[in-house]
């Protein structure tokens, strides 16, 4: 399996790991699938560095930047593909300009789902597993690599537009795009063997469900080891093993994503998407949505809705362009 060379990052470039911060988008169980995409003309690809509580298969189109995990980094051009899990600090900086970049996130309950000894444990330990950078980072042969972009920016296309049946599309082809990766790595050798093991990963996929259905209500660490079937400090140690974060911050920041949702759409004062969210306290709400998300709950709303003024703006010019050329 062709793999970057990877390298070490020197101290004075390691200054980013301390300005990483929780990044946010609007997933849901029922739109489990969120796409970030654009074209930057200088500067990082990303708005800081950044976690998230969900996988993330992003790509390079046009251009290259430097990929930082840890004290790792790599050179990322275009046609390159980086595979990170839940829990994993990330930044990207621009070397060649422009850099157009897109990047799927999707909650692990999309492979989860599928089950804990199916394709879906192996695919989503592609993600979660310990491993370089290297390893993240995939650069498909040649007979892939077209495949791969049309894809992509099929999955562009799809997520934009926002036609009947998109979520359906999104799901096939991002899976068709992370199959035709195990299998590739499988056929010349590189197949990557997570850690843990199906029995590790149970007491987890359990906890994660319970954490879905039930994170708008107080969560413990006695009851939800309970849930699992293990002790408290097997269960904080499986999380890291496998999601590589502690339990209370993957609640924490499925919270926030549910948050995230309910700002982004209209009529949902701060106070209420607070206590729908699980949060007791909307001071303290405040105060965890804006270390995360960088600014206060209502001024998210506030952006939200200029955005979806603004794409009502931008349909109705559309409608109106399409009357007059008739």
Request: positive net charge.
């Amino acid at each position: 399996m062709q793999k970057k060379q990877k390298s070490r990052a020197q101290l004075g470039e390691l200054s980013w790991l301390t300005e990483v911060k929780e990044s946010v988008q609007p997933l849901t169980e029922q739109y489990p699938i969120w796409v970030r995409h654009g074209i930057v003309q200088t500067g990082p690809t990303i708005p800081h560095p950044e976690r998230h509580p969900y996988c993330e298969f992003s790509t390079i189109l046009e251009g290259r930047a430097v990929a930082y995990v840890g004290r790792e980094d790599i050179e990322r051009k275009a046609g390159d593909y980086f595979l990170a899990g839940p829990g994993v600090a990330h930044w990207y900086k621009g070397t060649q300009y422009p850099v157009r970049f897109a990047a799927v996130y999707f909650l692990p309950s999309v492979l989860i789902e599928m089950g804990p000894i199916s394709d879906g444990i192996h695919l989503l330990r592609r993600f979660t597993a310990r491993q370089t950078l290297a390893d993240r980072l995939v650069r498909p042969p040649d007979n892939l690599e077209p495949r791969f972009k049309t894809a992509f920016q099929e999955i562009i296309s799809e997520f934009d537009q926002k036609q009947i049946g998109h979520e359906i599309r999104l799901r096939t082809l991002l899976m068709e795009m992370l199959v035709q990766i195990l299998r590739w790595e499988q056929q010349v050798g590189g197949d990557l063997k997570p850690s843990g093991s199906t029995t590790g990963w149970k007491p987890v996929e359990k906890a994660l469900n319970y954490i879905q259905k039930h994170f708008d209500e107080a969560v413990y660490a006695k009851d939800l080891a309970a849930i699992a079937g293990v002790s408290q400090s097997r269960l904080k140690q499986l999380f890291s093993e496998h999601l590589g974060m502690p339990w209370s911050r993957y609640l924490q920041g499925y919270r926030l994503d549910r948050a995230a949702a309910l700002l982004s759409q209209p009529g949902h004062s701060v106070l209420e998407t607070a206590l729908a969210v699980g949060f007791e306290s909307v001071s303290h709400f405040n105060t965890i949505f804006r270390s995360i998300m960088g600014m206060p709950p209502r001024e998210y709303a506030q952006r939200a809705a200029g955005k979806r003024e603004e794409l009502s703006l931008s349909k109705n010019e559309r409608t109106s362009k399409g009357k007059k050329s008739r």
